[in-house]
């Protein structure tokens, strides 16, 4: 028997759209793209630090996202959707490379911190693979994966970069530990403006270079810097904020974290400016008639943070308990993706270049063998085989698998297994009732890791005592 887990929420009238959609692939294959014959664009809208229910279509109240509301409306929203990891950098390795992070250095490390860290060029990625299909590529905002001279977006697979290169930046001065982190390409560059209206207008200019050629598709990443700190909405307070910070000592990235800095109204400020920006993107998208031709994708790259909404999960970033792992997901997929869809098949951040790939045409370098999976069955409305996902994060020795409905959990040295359909909150441990199961999930993580690149414990990663889960203790 299938696991409901596995099983996309749909309706019949969802699943007749599905399959007049597979109808409709097979005149298309491989591009997957509404016009017969052409590969599909890729819009790729990833946010920074978002929570699970940051959204109003996944429950906040406080505020209202209209924008992806609407995306998700037209498209499939996922509810089992998930990071790569706790953190940000790590995430991203596993999204670029579509593989466990934990198979290159520079996702050992999470966050990403060590100037001598980076994603080597010569790891194959989704850019670079697209590229080899005909694509031109773009990478607008944040990409955390390692510093010039020997790392960078455009030594990976892209042909164009506007943004920052480290975790991230004050969004009016741009600048962190006291330096500009703005570059256009390779290029350091000073410009003004609120980040996150800044990274909208420079993806505009992405569409409409890319209308000049018609017929050459597209990849743009999309990496939204919004809404993690520091907290600064795109207002008069926000603006103070910004010129208070910069008063302070500028010593490490520390400087803008400021625990003591935010709101609710000021984070409210932010996810909206994002949402609004976005739907600033996708009309012009629209305008210049690539609409029907482009998928969008919108994520996030972990759990939320400290004004975040994460119910019904317990724990934040940093955390493998699902509100640090558990990410919003909405898929829009013209001719595939049915109209107000859902999803419970559990997809990952790395599961997107062996989906994206494969509508391309194209395939994975033969030495660097994908662990992400292509989750174009899932988009049609289709069931797909249970599988077995994996997570580890250095603080606190964390661990967790993924299987069916079930999760191993490690903290510490306390050990659990949830039902996380049953128990989302993951409150009751099943591990002495389901002895059997626990510890093949628990021999099934050692399994895996012993593949994986040894865990260096971070070491130059600068401020441990900090870590949010620590600053803010929570329980389970």
């Known amino acids: 028997m299938t696991d409901k887990a596995t099983m996309p929420a749909v309706s019949r009238r969802q699943l007749m759209a599905g399959a007049l959609g597979t109808a409709a692939l097979a005149v298309s294959v491989p591009g997957l793209a509404h016009t017969p014959g052409r590969k599909p664009n890729f819009l790729f809208i990833m946010a920074d630090d978002l929570g699970w229910a940051d959204l109003s279509c996944y429950g906040r109240t406080e505020y209202s996202t209209p924008v992806l509301d609407s995306l998700a409306a037209q498209g499939m929203k996922f509810t ?16 670029i490379t579509g593989r466990y992070q934990y198979r290159t250095p520079a996702g050992l490390e999470e966050p990403l911190q060590n100037p001598d860290l980076g994603l080597e060029p010569s790891h194959p990625t989704m850019p670079s693979l697209l590229r080899e299909q005909g694509y031109h590529t773009g990478l607008v905002g944040k990409w955390h994966l390692g510093l010039l001279p020997n790392y960078g977006p455009l030594k990976s697979g892209y042909d164009e970069f506007y943004g920052n290169r480290g975790g991230g930046v004050d969004y009016y001065t741009h600048r962190v530990a006291g330096n500009e982190d703005l570059w256009d390409g390779d290029v350091l560059i000073d410009e003004v403006g609120y980040y996150t209206d800044m990274l909208a207008d420079r993806s505009i200019r992405f569409l409409n270079d890319r209308s000049a050629e018609p017929d050459k598709p597209w990849l743009l990443s999309l990496h939204f810097t919004a809404p993690h700190w520091p907290w600064e909405a795109n207002n008069e307070l926000g603006r103070s904020e910004s010129a208070r910070l910069a008063q302070l000592p500028s010593e490490s990235d520390l400087d803008i974290v400021h625990f003591d800095g935010g709101t609710m109204d000021t984070y409210a400020g932010m996810v909206t400016s994002m949402d609004m920006n976005i739907g600033r993107i996708l009309n012009r998208l629209a305008e210049l008639g690539m609409e029907q031709d482009t998928v969008v994708v919108f994520t996030s790259d972990n759990g939320g943070e400290r004004f975040s909404k994460t119910w019904p999960f317990t724990g934040i970033k940093t955390e493998l308990l699902e509100g640090g792992i558990r990410v919003p997901l909405i898929v829009k997929w013209p001719g595939v993706t049915a109209p107000g869809s859902e999803s ?20 994975p370098h033969p030495d660097y063998p994908l662990d992400g999976i292509d989750l174009a069955p899932a988009l049609m409305g289709r069931p797909m085989p249970e599988r077995t996902q994996f997570w580890r994060y250095w603080s606190k020795d964390q661990k967790a698998v993924r299987r069916g409905r079930y999760k191993y959990l490690k903290i510490n040295d306390n050990e659990f297994l949830f039902d996380v359909i049953a128990d989302p909150r ?25 593949h994986m690149l040894v865990d260096p414990n971070a070491r130059s990663y600068g401020f441990e005592p900090r870590m949010l889960a620590d600053h803010y203790d929570w329980d389970m």
Do not use: I
């Open 426 to 450: 993951e409150r009751g441990n099943l591990k002495d009732r389901m002895p059997e199961l626990f510890e093949e999930l628990k021999q099934a993580h050692a399994n895996w890791n012993s």
């Open 80 to 95: 089992h959707g998930y990071a790569n990891s706790a953190v940000c950098s790590a995430t991203r390795v596993g999204l």
């Open 344 to 363: 419970e098949v559990p997809a990952m951040s790395m599961d997107f270049m062996p989906t994206f790939l494969n509508a391309a045409g194209g395939t």
